[in-house]
């Protein structure tokens, strides 16, 4: 079993940045795929972008790509998503998801989610 705990959201301008951070415990970190998955009200949920276990791939949706990062340290456990050049339809609750296959709505682990809104 693994859990997860999301934090850094909030709420900021258009054109602003947040850094969001996941946080994992219980089983081998290191051995999981790791994602962000984000829900905006009234939508399903989307893919947002994964990293591979080692870092070494990282993938984006395209209404992502070029504004947002993610990464991951494996010594603390924690995989971040860096989002800068924020926009008004960035905002949903964004989940942090775990897997030791392809991240998508069907992921094995799942944190809690936390609140990004970003104002116009």
């Known amino acids: 079993q693994v859990q997860l705990v999301e934090s850094g959201g909030g709420l900021v301008q258009a054109g602003g940045s947040l850094r969001l951070s996941c946080a994992a415990s219980?089983?081998?970190?290191?051995?999981?795929?790791m994602g962000w998955l984000r829900q905006a009200p009234g939508k399903e949920r989307a893919f947002v972008a994964s990293?591979?276990?080692?870092?070494?791939?990282?993938y984006y949706a395209n209404s992502v790509k070029g504004r947002f990062t993610i990464s991951r340290d494996n010594t603390k456990n924690t995989v971040y998503l860096q989002m800068n050049s924020l926009k008004p339809e960035d905002t949903a609750v964004y989940y942090c998801?775990?897997?030791?296959?392809?991240?998508?709505?069907?992921?094995?682990?799942w944190g809690q989610g936390t609140q990004v809104t970003v104002s116009s």
């Open positions: 998801a775990g897997d030791e296959s392809v991240i998508s709505t069907k992921a094995a682990y």
């Open positions: 219980g089983r081998t970190f290191s051995n999981y795929a």
């Open positions: 990293i591979s276990w080692r870092g070494e791939s990282t």
